[in-house]
């Protein structure tokens, strides 16, 4: 998620931290246990402090059920009478 939110490949990524693209996806998808020293490449790669890999997320977690109720894909038709979906 921090790579994608500062625009980054994971090639560029990987060529900043001294690491293959392999490696970085296989990082990023959890299929790997990175040493100490690859996760701090990869978090200078990314301008990011170690610490901040330990932070809480900052998202909410909303359970079913618990949400707000989201209205129906309405349709509505156009004057030439073609379906028109509301965005």
Same mark, same amino acid.
């Given at each position: ?8 490949? +994971?090639?560029? =990524?990987?060529? &900043?931290? !001294? %690491?293959?693209? *392999? ?13 100490v020293a690859? +996760?701090?490449? =990869?978090?200078? &790669?990314? !301008? %990011?402090r170690? *610490? ?36």
């Amino acid at each position: 998620a921090s790579r994608l939110a500062r625009g980054l490949t +994971l090639e560029q =990524v990987a060529a &900043a931290a !001294g %690491l293959t693209e *392999g490696f970085v996806s296989k990082l990023e998808r959890d299929q790997v246990s990175p040493s100490v020293a690859s +996760l701090v490449a =990869v978090c200078e &790669a990314l !301008g %990011l402090r170690v *610490g901040e890999l330990f932070d809480p997320p900052t998202s909410a977690i909303v359970r079913a059920g618990d949400g707000a109720q989201i209205a129906p894909n309405v349709r509505r038709r156009t004057v030439a009478g073609a379906p028109n979906s509301l965005s």
